[in-house]
T-cell receptor, first 113, second 111 residues
């Protein structure tokens, strides 16, 4: 079965600074990888996804992520954060065999002025 | 507008009661899901359904039940057997395998 680890529970970053959120997955074959963002009390919004092809994936809101098979990682980055990026971020992994996703525990991002 | 609608947004349950959370989608998605979210634990899969009249248990199905009589509807019942039901519940659906879209969630509190 697949699993996801997000090592950082909470990250604080200054507005305008860069952001990187870590995600490591465990799965024997090529996974489908996702990053979602959640504002307090809301549902999850898809930021970006990786199925195959170019390992650097561009998403919405200026986010990008890079799939590194050798490191089993799919880290999320943003060059310059805005106060509106304060939220909880979830990495998820799926497979080609079924429609289920496994989620990491999430990373809460706080943006300070 | 197209989307996934969950209702109610807030629900209170007394001890021993069953309650049902509604999830409706008009996206023509085949698969639908219920996840439970607790602080610090991410999302855990309760049940999922890939086609009408069929559903599968997820990782934490005990104390929950579902039905899938229509493609657009996937209600979740939290039964009295669920000992710790206070949580945020998220419904989701998908059409093109593995991009799952979420509703806005429902808060359930035991009083």
């Amino acid at each position: 079965a697949q699993s996801v680890t997000q090592p950082d529970i909470h990250i604080t970053v200054s507005e305008g600074a860069s952001l990187e959120l870590r995600c490591n997955y465990s799965y024997g074959a090529t996974p489908y990888l996702f990053w979602y963002v959640q504002s307090p009390g809301q549902g999850l919004q898809l930021l970006l996804k990786y199925f195959s092809g170019d390992t650097l994936v561009q998403g919405i809101k200026g986010f990008e992520a890079e799939f590194k098979r050798s490191q089993s990682s799919f880290n999320l980055r943003k060059p310059s954060v805005h106060w509106s990026d304060a939220a909880e971020y979830f990495c998820a992994v799926g497979t080609s065999n079924d429609y289920k996703l496994s989620f990491g525990a999430g990373t809460t991002v706080t943006v300070r002025a | 507008d197209g989307g996934i609608t969950q209702s109610p947004k807030y629900l209170f349950r007394k001890e021993g009661q069953n309650v049902t959370l509604s999830c409706e989608q008009n996206l023509n998605h085949d698969a639908m899901y219920w996840y439970r979210q607790d602080p610090g634990q991410g999302l855990r899969l309760i049940y999922y359904s890939q086609i009408v009249n069929d559903f599968q248990k997820g990782d934490i199905a005990e104390g929950y039940s579902v039905s899938r009589e229509k493609k657009e509807s996937f209600p979740l019942t939290v039964t009295s057997a669920q000992k710790n039901p206070t949580a945020f519940y998220l419904c989701a659906s998908t059409y093109t395998g593995n991009t799952i879209y979420f509703g806005e969630g429902s808060w359930l509190t035991v009083v």
